[in-house]
């Protein structure tokens, strides 16, 4: 059982460069969110969607657009980099009634 | 706005002993707690939950306080093992517990465990 899956693990983008986070689940969770994770700052929620279909701003939406494509898929895509959004960026998704998220494994991401 | 704190960056403590992480929140509205364990290189994984009914919850090694009228919750980590060493995450939900409702994480704690 793969869980949460993100695609790729790393990337190095020049600035201004555009890109998408690929992000899967196989649980049949509802819920599905996008964080990134700075020194210092914690995990701050970038976008969410509570089902197929929806999408909501989080905390910091900023230069990102998502894509809730399907209920396993949710995309995360910046349309013009900047160094601002270097960072690691972390897929997670819920199910109904759940008390707790489950997270992918992570994407570094470099824009220089 | 940090809304869920964790005022100290790392901590140190010998194999054995115990580990106590902290964690305070301002936003009343929460109402649901949760520690997250996070390895280099790894996502997070959760590790224990509690909800604002309960003052305490325990799973093995692992007891979580809540202290509602003080807005502070706390990890308890007895007796602690190498393994242990990681970052630890606070997280706060509303409305009864995480589903539809977005996680709100704190900045993390490093914990070391010295052999």
Partial sequence: ?112 | DQQVKQNSPSLSVQEGRISILNCDYTNSMFDYFLWYKKYPAEGPTFLISISSIKDKNEDGRFTVFLNKSAKHLSLHIVPSQPGDSAVYFCAASGLGGFGNEKLTFGTGTRLTIIP
């Fill in chain 1, 1 to 112: 059982n793969a869980g949460v899956t993100q695609t790729p693990k790393f990337q190095v983008l020049k600035t201004g460069q555009s890109m998408t986070l690929q992000c899967a689940q196989d649980m049949n969770h509802n819920s599905m969110y996008w964080y990134r994770q700075d020194p210092g700052m914690g995990l701050r929620l970038i976008y969410y969607s509570a089902s197929e279909g929806t999408t909501d701003k989080g905390e910091v939406p900023n230069g990102y657009n998502v894509s809730r494509l399907n209920k396993r898929e949710f995309s995360l895509r910046l349309e013009s980099a900047a160094p601002s959004q270097t960072s690691v960026y972390f897929c997670a998704s819920s199910g109904r009634g759940d008390t707790e998220a489950f997270f992918g494994q992570g994407t570094r991401l470099t824009v220089v």
